[in-house]
């Protein structure tokens, strides 16, 4: 079932949108809502966004709390920043796999309002001053012409949420193909070629050098493997994917 993705500056009303699409789900689509994020991680937010390795920890954590929780009938809900343009890609290519839509919504309030709003927290859930302006300009927004940002829903916060529209993207559009493109280039292009040639693969400036012949069942479990090594070496150049699997494979045939 659908993913829905919050994301926005700390403090811009992330968790009351999910609270109130989540309630809006429940009574009119009667599906259970199942939500991740900070708060279920107890994550002591200066702490952690002070420290580069917590933070990156912190996001595997919720990205394997979304993957184990992702399933035939419920609707997960991601409440945290969701800052990172590369995050929000790992997390398209999460539901890619798993075969499922998804949508964002983006929070988009105003600095000074956020500032505020951080200001009339209890204590021990405000952001430090140094911590907020720090993931402010850390703060990547989203883009709709971007297939992992999209469909993309940007509320501000006097808006209501567009209920109906959302439903129509998390229920009623198609889930994203899996990518086979790159591997059937390489089955086909294998056809005509002999080991030496170098073969071109759409999107990659790199080329594979076929050294001999790799069937399909090969080639999946490169991309799982590699999939599983992009997990442990996560990159924020989202562009150069195509390329560092192709160098994968290429390592892997010398």
Known sequence: MPLVVLCGLPCSGKSRRAAELGEYVRRTAGRRVLEVGDAGLAVERNSVYADSQKEKDLRG???????????????VIMDSLNYIKGYRYELFCLIKHAQTPHCLIHCETAV??????????????????????????????????????????????????????????????KAPPPNQSTLNTILNAQKTSVPGDLIPVPGANVKIELTRNLPMAELRKLRRQFVS????????????????FIQYINRSLH
């Not at 090594?229 to 560092?244: D, R, S, V």
């Open 61 to 75: 954590a919720l990205k394997a709390e979304v993957e184990r929780k992702i399933n035939k009938e419920d609707v």
């Open 229 to 244: 090594y992009t997990k442990m070496h996560p990159t924020e150049n989202i562009g150069q994917i195509a390329n560092m």
């Open 112 to 173: 000074d309002v956020c500032a505020t709003w951080n200001q009339s927290r209890e204590p021990e859930k405000r952001y430090s001053q140094e911590i907020f302006d720090a993931l402010v300009m850390r703060f990547e927004a989203p883009d709709s012409r971007n297939r992992w940002d999209s469909p993309l829903f940007t509320i501000q916060k006097d808006d209501t949420l567009p209920f109906e529209a959302i439903s129509d993207a998390i229920f009623r559009r």
